[in-house]
């Protein structure tokens, strides 16, 4: 009967770890979706919103800084 019962626990909370993966693909990919939109639009400063916001977050291009 233990055995039974550890395996429903485990079946279930591993089933919950998939739902919480799969809400975080999504909004990972309408994240780069938009990302996608704004740069063909040729939109940066949109494209540059979804960024983390910190003085220590630094892009490097060709020119430098």
Same mark, same amino acid.
């Given at each position: 009967?233990?055995?039974?019962?550890? &395996?429903?626990? /485990?079946?279930?909370? *591993? +089933?919950? *770890?998939?739902? *919480?993966?799969?809400?975080?693909?999504?909004?990972?990919? +309408? &994240? &780069?979706?938009?990302?996608?939109?704004?740069?063909?639009?040729?939109?940066?400063? /949109?494209? %540059?919103?979804?960024?983390?916001?910190?003085? *220590?977050? %630094?892009?490097?291009?060709?020119?430098?800084?």
């Amino acid at each position: 009967m233990r055995k039974a019962f550890l &395996l429903i626990l /485990a079946y279930i909370l *591993s +089933a919950t *770890s998939l739902f *919480s993966q799969d809400k975080d693909e999504k909004e990972v990919r +309408a &994240l &780069l979706d938009f990302q996608t939109q704004e740069w063909n639009k040729g939109n940066i400063p /949109a494209f %540059m919103e979804t960024y983390w916001k910190s003085d *220590s977050l %630094m892009f490097i291009g060709k020119s430098g800084v």
